[in-house]
Each structure stands twice: as structure tokens, then as C-alpha cells.
């Protein structure tokens, strides 16, 4: 069966920078794309950005962009997002989640447990 | 980008009730639109996708429509399992995804 399994909880100081991971398992990783997705706490839900397995191509939302890096290992069906420059508002729940496209960004059909990045000095 | 705007922000029903989420988009989407359920503590699922395309696993309780700018979904008798979070999607204007401020129903 499909499964996306994250990195575990992480604390960053204002300024540093966190890098959440995302293993795929129980389907052909370079077929699909993955999307990263946060919820700050009590909020609604932000779209990160997206990935695609085959190709590398992304796509990450402009209020994001230049703070975030999103990369794949295909060797070990791994997807990685990288977020600098960390603030306090950075606090939330990142999810990964899996695109059935791998052409480009449309839906989320599988989804990771969930990576609580915490912000605080 | 495009605006998704849920409403109600809450609602409470019975069990065994009709519920009606509305999802209005700031422009037309084309159909490209998804429902996500999501629990307390839990990754959101997948729900419908398409407007109306039930997800493998769903409950066929649950379903949607619409068209341009206006979509539903609706839980037809809604069971205690369906306490949660419910969220519209849009990925016509890709790639800036949004999601609707969500919908929280509950049960009396």
C-alpha cells in the first residue's frame, strides 16, 4: 500500500533552517509528484509547493519562493523540502503528500503523517 | 491568485442529516476542483476530485457538484465518523494551489 513517512518533530531558532523528509514506499516513486503542504496551528491549510519524481521540476507558492527548496532522491524514493531563513510564523505542521500527475501540480491523493517545525528563540 | 471561500465556517447536524458545504471560487475553475476531509490531529484525505469523482475508499454518502464558480459537496445521512474538517481545493490555476478556510461540522 502507499505510504509517505516523514522526519520527526523539529525546534529551529529564528533564522536557521529545517529540512523535512518524505519516504515513499508501495508504488513507483518517479511516476508521481509531491506536494508539500502546511497547517499552522488551529489554521487551514498552505500550499508549499510541488516536486515532480521524474523530471525534478518544480513549482513552490511566491510567498515561499526563495526561502524553499524542495529536492527527490530517487535511490531511496525520498522527497526533501528545505526552509531558510526561519520565523516565527514558520511554526506549523508540514505534510508531504503525493500528486497523481507527474507532469504538474493538481491534487494530493496519499499524505504524509505530518512534521511539526517549531520556531522559537 | 485564485480566492476559495467555504461557507458556513461551522455547522452542527444529526446523524442521519443532509449537510451542504459550499465552495465559491473568485473565478471560474473549470471543474478543477477537490474536497479533502481532515480529523483532529490527522493528514487530510482525499475525498472527491473533479467536482464529483469519488475517491477510491469514500463512502458513496458523500459527493459533489457545481460548475464555473459555485461548488457543493454534500453528506447525504451523515454518519458520527464524519465529525471533522472539510476543505475545497483548486487546481485550475495551476501551479498556485489554494484551499477554502475550511468547514468544520460537528454532531449534535
Known amino acids: 500500500q502507499v505510504q509517505l513517512v516523514q522526519s520527526g518533530a523539529e525546534v529551529r531558532k529564528p533564522g536557521a533552517s529545517v529540512k523535512v523528509s518524505c519516504q515513499a514506499s508501495g508504488y513507483a516513486f518517479t511516476n508521481y509528484g509531491i506536494h508539500w503542504v502546511r497547517q499552522a496551528p488551529g489554521q487551514g491549510l498552505e500550499w508549499m509547493g510541488w516536486?515532480?519524481?521524474?523530471?525534478?521540476?518544480?513549482n513552490y507558492a511566491q510567498r515561499i519562493q526563495g526561502r524553499v527548496t524542495m529536492t527527490t532522491d530517487t535511490s531511496t524514493n525520498t522527497a526533501y523540502m528545505d526552509l531558510r531563513g526561519l520565523k516565527s510564523d514558520d511554526t506549523a505542521v508540514y505534510f508531504c503528500a503525493r500528486d497523481p500527475s507527474r507532469l504538474g501540480p493538481t491534487i494530493f491523493d496519499y499524505w504524509g503523517q505530518g512534521t511539526l517545525v517549531t520556531v522559537s528563540s | 491568485d485564485i480566492q476559495m471561500t467555504q461557507s458556513p465556517a461551522s455547522l452542527s447536524a444529526s446523524v442521519g442529516d443532509t449537510v451542504t458545504i459550499t465552495c465559491r471560487a473568485s473565478?471560474?475553475?473549470?471543474?478543477?476542483l477537490a474536497w479533502y476531509q481532515q480529523k483532529p490531529g490527522k493528514a487530510p484525505n482525499l475525498l472527491l476530485y473533479a467536482v464529483s469523482g469519488l475517491q477510491s475508499g469514500v463512502p458513496s454518502r458523500f459527493s459533489g457538484s457545481g460548475s464555473g464558480t459555485d461548488y457543493t459537496l454534500t453528506i447525504t445521512s451523515l454518519q458520527p465518523e464524519d465529525c471533522a474538517t472539510y476543505y475545497c481545493?483548486?487546481?485550475?490555476?495551476?501551479?498556485?494551489?489554494?484551499f477554502g478556510g475550511g468547514t468544520t461540522v460537528e454532531i449534535k
Open positions: 473565478q471560474a475553475i473549470s471543474n478543477s
Open positions: 481545493q483548486q487546481y485550475y490555476d495551476t501551479p498556485a494551489l489554494t
Open positions: 516536486i515532480s519524481a521524474y523530471n525534478g521540476n518544480t
